[in-house]
């Protein structure tokens, strides 16, 4: 099944499993925030350090199995495979998004 992504959920697909650490940080506002494993990270500094921790720790890359969109939130249903137990493990990523930007991102399991 091919999903059709928004241009911005295609850059931030790829960016990540091609581990372009300044590519993804570009999908982010500069006062962007992301909740994941009970942590938040506020600013696309901190952004840029967890994703190469994320990146150094599970080597994990993404594989877009779901869409939903409502007004400016997108809910990209993920499976992510890594080097974790557990994987691969279906992730719903809640993006809140304007002006072409991710603004805020909630990472979940899915169907939480």
Not at 28 to 46: I, P, Y
Not at 80 to 109: A, C, E, H, R, W
Request: charged letters at 20%; glycine letters at 6%; a negative charge.
């Amino acid at each position: 099944m091919t999903i059709k992504l928004p241009p911005l959920m295609t850059a931030f697909i790829k960016a990540k499993n091609s581990y372009d650490i300044t590519a993804f940080v570009a999908c982010f506002a500069d006062n962007a925030v992301v909740h994941d494993e009970g942590q938040e990270m506020r600013g696309t500094d901190a952004i840029r350090k967890w994703i190469e921790a994320s990146n150094e720790k599970y080597k994990d890359t993404l594989c877009a199995t779901g869409l939903t969109e409502r007004g400016n939130q997108i809910i990209l249903t993920a499976l992510v495979s890594g080097n974790f137990d557990g994987s691969p493990i279906s992730l719903d990523f809640y993006f809140t998004v304007n002006d072409s930007k991710i603004t805020m991102l909630s990472i979940q399991l899915a169907g939480e």
